[in-house]
C-alpha cells in the first residue's frame, strides 16, 4: 500500500509497504481521506527522514477482528489514530465511531471537531448572553464560532491579521471584526490603557473590570495572537488558550496577568476516551444541523502533493481554511 513519509525538512515522497494485519479487537479502514493538521506543520518544517505524520482519518471498514462488534465491511467510519497518511490503518474498536448518512466524508472528519469542541466547553458562558472574543480565526477558530454560538454567547468577537479570515469568521457566526490594528482601544487592558497602577494599594481604582472581556479564546498559534488574546483579558476574566504552540517558547506578561487576576485555561486535551466521546457527539450535532460547520475543508490533495498542502496551509493560498490528503 502507499504511504506518505518524509525525506527531510519540507520535502516527503510516497512510499510502498507492507498491508496492516489487525487483531481481534481491531479494524482495517480503507482511508479516504486525512485532514492536514496545522499541528503537524512544524514537525513537517523540521522532519528527519523516514517521520511518517497524519492523525486525522476518515474511511471504510474492509475487515475486522472476531471482538469487534457493530460494524460491518463497507461502514463508512471515523474516530481516533495516527499514522494516517496511508491507503489503510489499522483502528482500535474503542476508538472508531459510525459517519451518520447525511454527511459527506470530507465533512466527517472528526478529530479536529473533538478539539474544538473540547475546548468550548472549558471555555462554556457562565451565563446565557455573555460575550466572547475569538483570537485566531483558522479553521479551529471559525469552528468555535460556529459551536459557541450554539452554547449561549450573544456576542462574538472575532480577531484576525487576514481580512478573508475575518469575513469568514462573520460568516460562521461573529458580531464584531477587527484587524489587530482596529481593535478598539477599550477592548484592551494593558498598563497603556488602563495606566500604571501602584501595585500594592489601588487594584480598583482603574479600569481593569471595565475594559476588555470576560472570556477570551485564542486559536492563532503564535505569540502575537497569544500576547494580545492575554491583553484583551479582563479583571477575573478567562483566557482559554487553544492555539498549538510547538514552534517555540512564548514570553507573556505575567507582571501584567497577575495584576489582572485572570484564570488562564489549557484548552487541549488528553483524555483520549473523553476526546472519543466528544467525536460521537461532534457528528451528531453537526448531522442534526445545531452545529452549522461543513463545506470548509474545500482543499483536497493528492498523496504526492503533501507537501504543497503543507505550504498551501501556511499561507493561505486560494482561499485556505482546511485541507485534507486523499488516500485512496
Known amino acids: 500500500m502507499k504511504c506518505i513519509e518524509m525525506l527531510a525538512p519540507r520535502k516527503s515522497h510516497v512510499i510502498e509497504i507492507d498491508d496492516p494485519s489487525i487483531n481481534d479487537d481491531q479494524l482495517l479502514v480503507r482511508v479516504t481521506y486525512t485532514g492536514i493538521c496545522h499541528s503537524e506543520y512544524y514537525p513537517w518544517a523540521t522532519a528527519n527522514a523516514g517521520q511518517r505524520f497524519g492523525h486525522e482519518a476518515v474511511g471504510v471498514v474492509e475487515a475486522f477482528g472476531k471482538n469487534v462488534e457493530g460494524f460491518k465491511v463497507g461502514d463508512r467510519v471515523t474516530g481516533l489514530g495516527g499514522g494516517a497518511y496511508k491507503?489503510?490503518?489499522?483502528?482500535?474498536?474503542?476508538?472508531?465511531?459510525?459517519?451518520?448518512?447525511?454527511?459527506?466524508?470530507?465533512?466527517?472528519?472528526?478529530?479536529?471537531?473533538?478539539?474544538?469542541?473540547?475546548?468550548?466547553?472549558?471555555?462554556?458562558?457562565?451565563?446565557?448572553?455573555?460575550?466572547i472574543a475569538v483570537v485566531g480565526c483558522g479553521y479551529m477558530g471559525?469552528?468555535?464560532?460556529?459551536?459557541?454560538?450554539?452554547?449561549?454567547?450573544?456576542?462574538?468577537v472575532a480577531v484576525d491579521i487576514r481580512r478573508e479570515a475575518l469575513e469568514n469568521a462573520k460568516r460562521f457566526g461573529a458580531t464584531?471584526?477587527?484587524?489587530?490594528?482596529?481593535?478598539?482601544?477599550?477592548?484592551?487592558?494593558?498598563?497603556?490603557?488602563?495606566?500604571?497602577?501602584?501595585?500594592?494599594?489601588?487594584g480598583y481604582q482603574r479600569n481593569i473590570f471595565g475594559l476588555g472581556f470576560q472570556n477570551v479564546l485564542e486559536f492563532s498559534g503564535t505569540e502575537e495572537g497569544l500576547k494580545l488574546a492575554a491583553e484583551m483579558v479582563c479583571a477575573h476574566g478567562r483566557l482559554g488558550i487553544g492555539g498549538y504552540h510547538n514552534d517555540g517558547m512564548?514570553?507573556?506578561?505575567?507582571?501584567?496577568?497577575?495584576?489582572?487576576?485572570?484564570?488562564?485555561?489549557?484548552?487541549?486535551?488528553?483524555?483520549?476516551?473523553?476526546?472519543?466521546?466528544?467525536?460521537?457527539?461532534?457528528?451528531?450535532?453537526?448531522?442534526?444541523?445545531?452545529?452549522?460547520?461543513?463545506?470548509?475543508?474545500?482543499?483536497?490533495?493528492?498523496?504526492?502533493?503533501?507537501?504543497?498542502?503543507?505550504?498551501?496551509?501556511?499561507?493561505?493560498?486560494?482561499?485556505?481554511?482546511?485541507?485534507?490528503?486523499?488516500?485512496?
Open 142 to 156: 471559525l469552528g468555535s464560532i460556529a459551536l459557541l454560538k450554539t452554547m449561549g454567547y450573544s456576542n462574538i
Open 87 to 131: 491507503e489503510y490503518i489499522v483502528m482500535s474498536k474503542e476508538k472508531v465511531c459510525h459517519i451518520p448518512d447525511n454527511l459527506d466524508d470530507i465533512d466527517a472528519i472528526v478529530e479536529p471537531l473533538a478539539c474544538i469542541m473540547s475546548a468550548c466547553i472549558k471555555m462554556k458562558p457562565e451565563a446565557v448572553g455573555e460575550t
Open 250 to 328: 512564548r514570553t507573556l506578561d505575567f507582571k501584567l496577568l497577575n495584576y489582572k487576576a485572570i484564570t488562564m485555561i489549557n484548552c487541549h486535551e488528553r483524555r483520549i476516551m473523553y476526546e472519543f466521546g466528544l467525536c460521537k457527539r461532534c457528528l451528531d450535532l453537526i448531522s442534526r444541523g445545531i452545529w452549522d460547520f461543513k463545506g470548509v475543508t474545500k482543499h483536497i490533495y493528492t498523496m504526492e502533493e503533501f507537501d504543497k498542502a503543507n505550504g498551501d496551509m501556511e499561507s493561505h493560498a486560494d482561499g485556505y481554511i482546511k485541507g485534507a490528503v486523499k488516500c485512496s
Open 176 to 202: 464584531e471584526i477587527y484587524t489587530p490594528d482596529e481593535l478598539p482601544l477599550e477592548y484592551r487592558v494593558n498598563w497603556k490603557t488602563m495606566g500604571m497602577p501602584n501595585l500594592t494599594r489601588d
